[in-house]
Structures are given as structure tokens and as C-alpha cells.
């Protein structure tokens, strides 16, 4: 595989300002309220507050992406000099391009609508405040995120999300199982956070050996062609290790599935516009690393197919309506990769962009099925939902057929240009991959609307009787979500299609552009391919489970062997358990009762017995006693006077 990007040779017009730090700071300001006085100033304040704050990042996002409109290339906000010292020097300073203008405007959009939807489908959780001052720092987190410009800075937001993905999905902290997903995802994401520490400190040493060690994007990306290819590939490689822990690749994927025991509307954060898309942003980000290191691309892609592929198959037997979404990020998450490792940079942000559409509108409306099922998350318990939550039922339908792929909807058009871009850089066998992905996503989507919506009750049927549509602060953003999955995928329109692509012609002076073409006619053949894997998918899984929604249960008995390979994911986790988590548990008993307790408390007991049997020893002769007193002071004489006697005598 080649590598297929390329940068385009712009005049830069970079114009300065002083409002970008407002974006992040705007909701970090809201955290700060709701932890100082937001318990006090009550639920409508601190909803007010918290929606407030995102509101006017998005609005100057949108004043940024204005000002981009006018010929310039960067807007850019030098807010302080952070670090000099040692040789490496690194400001703070935020700016918008094309790329972080995009995903400025995605994490802001999505994030107040999310948490627009909080406020109704959080109205009774005691802890209101706190999970506010969570979700605003999540964001704030997020968006220094994608508008640092350079490493060091980003890698402030990329831990600020960190740590509160840990916080959000143990919100429930008192229940155990909740507490040790938010351990899990936060221990899984130090695992690549340490590999980006590393790749990190290998490019400032790689460009200070060079000259002027640096870590801004900008000139890595021009320095990247004259580093010397081993350290490109090391730093690319270590760098994507980070990507994997954040954005929930193999081999560190194993905390999304498990995220889901933090509330749904975290989920839909996590999964959608924020943290699981970091890893796509700073590959992008650094593209003119990964083109000068080719070897990287094929480990980037090679990991993509592999991860859609695997977390989709996952996917097909999965009855938790939240798990099925979580495994169905994973594998769109490998769809981005996918694009990335061959050089399609432009088309994974795309890509990015439609996810957190529809990826939060089926995320926000599986939490609206189970708020108004009162808890109840298992879709074999589910049904005839259709007529109960009609505005549910219908942006669900809307999501449902967006990310199948299903034509004139948004996901049909980036994750295409996914497809047409693999084929044509000669990626035969990812190819295939990634059309199998796309027949099984259509598969498990419509296995999912079908067991939840339509034919008859499977559950208790006391919840169906109290079952009901979810307020309209939770049904406003589902309408708004389902147009924007509608809609969205018409800034990609290819030109095979009469359109000319606007988002890619606008995010080229970043990420430049794929070298490689198709013929009109092929990719109209792969265009084919790709409609038809969507409604094969759809079309069996319509004939399955609209005649038997128990079918399940048939095929676990036919295939036991394959159903629990599958619904225990790989067996990936019990294998991680074995391979690290026993051993550790092991070795930490054997350093407490051995190490700590056999030896360290030992001597501390021993020590302070011996002092203990002196003082008590001691403690005789101060016992008020005249002749004891009298006895101390004579030894006492004595012992001066034989060492007088024995200084002398030397």
C-alpha cells in the first residue's frame, strides 16, 4: 500500500484574535459554577448554565468558521508562552483551520444538543450539579482538544477527556459494576497515553537533532519528509498506539463496550462528537507524518478493516440496545482508521461528521426507549414501541437507515467515499473487509429497529402500560439530530453524482488530498456494490426477525460455538484478565502479604516494640522514687568519670 495523501501548496493568510480561548473557557467557566454553587442555585440554574455556556461556544465557533469565509487560511489566538525550558518552547495557542473549525462546530453542535436532552432525561438524579460540571468540562476538555496547535497542548485536552470519561461513566460510583467500567476505560486509556508520551518526546528529539526541536503540527508536518525514516515510522506508530486507547481500536478497544454503564447521554457524548473521534483528529492532524511514514499507513488501515470488521460481527448477537450501539461505534471508529491508512484523510473527517449525527440520534433515542420502559435496556424484552413513542420510533428509523447506508441519507455518502478510496489505492482485501462490514452493520441496525419497535410486546407488560414518549427537551434534539442525519452527507457529494464535494474542496488546505482515481464507471460499480451490501443487510435481517423475533434462540442452539465466541466478544477481555489483571491481582497479594506485611510491617512492629521495651525500662527508674534517683545519679558520675579516666589514658 501506498501512500495516498498529499498536501496542497497554499498561501497561508493567518489572521489573530483574541475570542478562541472563549470556546473552551466558556463551558470550563459553567463547571466551575456547578461545582462552586450550582447544588445551591438549583436544577433550572444549573441547566441554564450548563446549556447556556455551550450555546456561546458554538456561537463563536461559528463566528471563527465566518471569519475562515474571507481568505484566510487560519485564525489563530496566542494566549500565552506555556513552556520554555530546555530547549523546547510551546505556547498556548488555539487556532481554527478548515479541520478544527469542522470539529469545533461538531463538538459544539452535538454537545448542546446532548445537553439539551440531559435536562429532561436527568431532571431527577440527585447529583445534578456534578454531572453537569462533568459533561461542561468533558466539552471544554474536547475542544482544546482540536484547537491546540501543537502536541503538548493537545495532549491537555486529550487527558482533560481522560479523565472525564472515568468520571462520567462511573457517575453511578456507588454501584460496583458501574465504578469498575470508569477504572477500565480510564486504565486502558493510560495504556496509549504512555505510548504518546513517548512518540511525543521522539519527534522533539528527531527535530531538535534537525535544528530547532519543535511540536507544533505545522512544523511537523513540514519537517516530517526530512526526519529520518526510522523515527518517522516510531513516532507514528507509538503516536497511533494513543489513537487506539482513545478512539477504542485493537488492541485497546476493550473499555467502549464497557462504557456504557455511564448514563445514556454520556454515552452519546463519548461516542459520537468527543472523545472516541481524538484519535482519528490528530492522525489527520499529522498527516504529513503518516504520508512520510508509509509502513504506519498499512498498520493504521490493516487495524481499521480488522476493527469494523470484528466489532460489527460482535454486534450481530447483541441484545443490550446500548451495547449494540457501542459495538456499532467501534466499528465505524475502524471505518475512520480504515480511511486514514490510505490516505483518504479528508474522507474519515467526513466521515467523523456524519457519524456524530446519527451516532448520537440512535444513542439519545436507545435512552429515550429506556426512559420511557422505566431502566428496561434488553431489546428481547421490547416491541411494538412504534405506536407509544412515535417521534422516537421515527428519528430512530432516521438513524437506523443513515448509518446502513441506505442512499440520500448521510452516511451512505462518506462511508462510500471510504470504499471507493480503499479500492482504488489497490486495498483489495480491506475493501472486501470493509463491504462485509457494511452488510452486517445493516444487518444488526435493522435487527435492532425491528425487536425494539415493531411487532408485539415481549416484556413486562406493566412497563408497556406506563411506557410513553420522552419530553420534548429530549425529542427536540432527537428532530434535530435526525435532519442533520439526513442532510448532512450532502457537503460530500461526490462528482460522479453531480456534486463537487464541498467538504473535501474545503478541508484540502489541511489534509490535503488522495492521489489516487477511479474511473466514473467504476466507482458507479462500487457504488452498486455498496447499496447492495446495505439493503442485503436490511432486506435479511427484515425477513428474519419481522417473522420470528425470537430467532435467536434457533441460531445459539445450532451454532452455540459461534454465538458465544461472538457474544462474548473474542473472548478478548477474558484473555486480557488472564494475561494481566489475574497476574496483577496475583502479584499485588503477593507484595501485601509477603512484601508490605512479612517484611515492611515486621521491622516497623519490631522497632517500635525495642522502643517500647526501652521506654518501659526507662520508665522504672523515673518512678518518683528517692533512691532511684539517687542510684541514677551515681552511675551517672561513674560513667563520666571512667570516660574522663579512659580520654585521658589514650
Known amino acids: 500500500m501506498e501512500a495516498h495523501g498529499s498536501q496542497l501548496a497554499v498561501e497561508q493568510v493567518v489572521t489573530t484574535v483574541a475570542y478562541l480561548r472563549w470556546i473552551p473557557l466558556l463551558p470550563f467557566l459553567g463547571m466551575l459554577f456547578h461545582a462552586s454553587v450550582g447544588a445551591r442555585a438549583g436544577r ?31 485564525v489563530v ?24 473549525a469542522l470539529m469545533c462546530l461538531v463538538v459544539t453542535a452535538v454537545g448542546f444538543l446532548i445537553h439539551v436532552y440531559s435536562t429532561g432525561y436527568m431532571a431527577d438524579e440527585p447529583d445534578h450539579a456534578r454531572y453537569f460540571a462533568y459533561l461542561n468540562l468533558f466539552t471544554a476538555s474536547m475542544l482544546v482538544l482540536v484547537l491546540a496547535d501543537s502536541l503538548p497542548l493537545m495532549f491537555v485536552g486529550w487527558e482533560g477527556v481522560g479523565l472525564c470519561s472515568y468520571l462520567l461513566i462511573g457517575f453511578w460510583y456507588k454501584d460496583s459494576a458501574k465504578a469498575d467500567a470508569g477504572k477500565k476505560a480510564f486504565v486502558a486509556n493510560r495504556v496509549g497515553d504512555a505510548a504518546f508520551i513517548v512518540g511525543m518526546a521522539a519527534l522533539f528529539w528527531a527535530t531538535a537533532a534537525a535544528g530547532d526541536g519543535t511540536l507544533r503540527f505545522e512544523d511537523l508536518n513540514h519537517a ?37 454503564a455511564g448514563p445514556t447521554p454520556v454515552s452519546a457524548l463519548i461516542h459520537a462528537a468527543t472523545m472516541v473521534t481524538a484519535g482519528i ?17 498499512q498498520v493504521v488501515a490493516t487495524i481499521g478493516a480488522l476493527t469494523a470488521f470484528g466489532a460489527a460481527s460482535v454486534g450481530l448477537v447483541q441484545n443490550d440496545i446500548k451495547k449494540v450501539l457501542a459495538y456499532s461505534t467501534v466499528s465505524q471508529l475502524g471505518y475512520m482508521f480504515l480511511a486514514l491508512g490510505v490516505g483518504a484523510f479528508g474522507s474519515a473527517v467526513f466521515h467523523v461528521m456524519t457519524h456524530a449525527f446519527f451516532k448520537a440520534l440512535l444513542f439519545l433515542g436507545a435512552g429515550s ?29 432516521a438513524g437506523t437507515l443513515a448509518i446502513a447506508g441506505v442512499p440520500g441519507l448521510a452516511g451512505f455518502f462518506s462511508k462510500d467515499e471510504i470504499l471507493a478510496l480503499t479500492f482504488a489505492s489497490g486495498s483489495y482485501v ?82 490535503g488530498h488522495p492521489a489516487a482515481h477511479l474511473a466514473h464507471s467504476t466507482e458507479l460499480v462500487l457504488m452498486g456494490v455498496s447499496i447492495g451490501a446495505a439493503f442485503a443487510g436490511i432486506g435479511v435481517a427484515w425477513l428474519i426477525y419481522g417473522r420470528s423475533p425470537r430467532a435467536d434462540e434457533g441460531f445459539s442452539a445450532k451454532a452455540r460455538g459461534l454465538y458465544d465466541l461472538l457474544t462474548n466478544a473474542y473472548y478478548v477481555d477474558r484473555a486480557y484478565d488472564r494475561a494481566f489483571v489475574d497476574g496483577s491481582v496475583r502479584a499485588g497479594d503477593l507484595l501485601w502479604k509477603r512484601v508490605d506485611v512479612g517484611v515492611i510491617d515486621a521491622l516497623a512492629n519490631a522497632t517500635a516494640a525495642s522502643f517500647r521495651a526501652l521506654g518501659g525500662a526507662w520508665r522504672g527508674w523515673a518512678g518518683g522514687n528517692v533512691q532511684g534517683y539517687a542510684l541514677s545519679l551515681f552511675v551517672g558520675v561513674v560513667l563520666v568519670l571512667i570516660a574522663v579516666w579512659a580520654g585521658a589514658a589514650s
Open 44 to 74: 433550572k440554574a444549573v441547566n441554564a448554565v450548563a446549556c447556556g455556556v455551550l450555546f456561546g461556544a458554538f456561537a463563536l465557533a461559528l463566528r471563527a468558521f465566518a471569519d475562515l469565509g474571507a481568505g484566510v487560511t487560519s
Open 77 to 100: 489566538d496566542p494566549v500565552y508562552r506555556w513552556i520554555d525550558a530546555g530547549g523546547l518552547t510551546v505556547d498556548a495557542t488555539l487556532v481554527v483551520d478548515p479541520l478544527s
Open 224 to 260: 516530517a519528509a526530512s526526519l529520518p525514516a526510522g523515527v518517522a515510522l516510531a513516532a507514528a506508530l507509538l503516536l497511533f498506539v494513543g489513537a487506539t486507547g482513545k478512539s477504542a481500536q485493537i488492541p485497546l478497544f476493550v473499555w467502549l463496550p464497557d462504557a456504557m
Open 281 to 297: 483528529y490528530m492522525v489527520a492532524r499529522l498527516n504529513g507524518l503518516y504520508v512520510a511514514a508509509p509502513q504506519a499507513l
Open 369 to 397: 426507549v429506556i426512559h420511557g420502559l422505566h431502566d428496561e435496556q434488553d431489546i428481547r424484552k421490547m416491541g411494538g414501541l412504534r405506536t407509544k413513542m412515535p417521534i422516537t420510533w421515527a428519528t430512530f428509523l
Open 430 to 511: 480491506l475493501w472486501a473487509f470493509a463491504v462485509a462490514t457494511a452488510a452486517m452493520t445493516a444487518f444488526y441496525m435493522t435487527r435492532l429497529l425491528v425487536l425494539t419497535f415493531l411487532g408485539e410486546f415481549r416484556g413486562d407488560h406493566h412497563k408497556l402500560d406506563h411506557a410513553h414518549e420522552s419530553p420534548v427537551s429530549m425529542t427536540g434534539p432527537l428532530v434535530v439530530l435526525a435532519v442533520l442525519s439526513v442532510v448532512g452527507g450532502y457537503l460530500g457529494v461526490p462528482a460522479v453524482l453531480g456534486g463537487s464535494n464541498v467538504l473535501g474542496h474545503f478541508l484540502e488546505p489541511v489534509v
